[in-house]
């Protein structure tokens, strides 16, 4: 079994950075957005497990909108790529469109569970 070295770790990642900067500028923002809602998901795991979990409907209240909001914007992002073959008669004003009503539904239950 072959070893890795640092040179492969860094082929590798340089051979990512060049992908992803062909990338279209949409696809950062939404990238940008996923990791922004993750990042906020752990921020609140990251409080609850330092402070406590008083109203822990609350805390899963915050966490799954979080989490759901991430996952609706990677149906976004996978929806307007136009290089994959399921969704290429979809325009990109109605995946959009998608995205804002059900991340609508989605704060609505949020809300009710907060109660």
């Known amino acids: 079994m072959a070893r890795s070295t640092s040179k492969d770790a860094q082929a590798l990642f340089n051979s990512l950075r060049s992908a992803y900067?062909?990338?279209?500028?949409?696809?950062?923002?939404?990238?940008?957005?996923?990791?922004?809602?993750?990042?906020?998901?752990?921020?609140?795991?990251?409080?609850?497990?330092?402070?406590?979990?008083?109203?822990?409907?609350?805390?899963?209240s915050g966490v799954l909108s979080c989490v759901g909001t991430a996952v609706l914007a990677v149906c976004l992002r996978i929806q307007v790529n136009k290089e994959n073959k399921e969704f290429k008669?979809?325009?990109?004003?109605?995946?959009?469109?998608?995205?804002?009503?059900?991340?609508?539904?989605?704060?609505?239950?949020?809300?009710?569970f907060l109660g």
Do not use: W
């Open 89 to 112: 008669d979809l325009p990109p004003e109605r995946a959009f469109a998608d995205f804002v009503l059900c991340n609508l539904v989605l704060h609505l239950v949020i809300m009710n």
């Open 21 to 60: 900067s062909a990338t279209p500028t949409s696809f950062k923002i939404i990238d940008l957005y996923v990791g922004f809602a993750v990042f906020t998901a752990l921020i609140q795991v990251v409080y609850m497990a330092i402070v406590g979990s008083f109203p822990f409907n609350s805390f899963l």
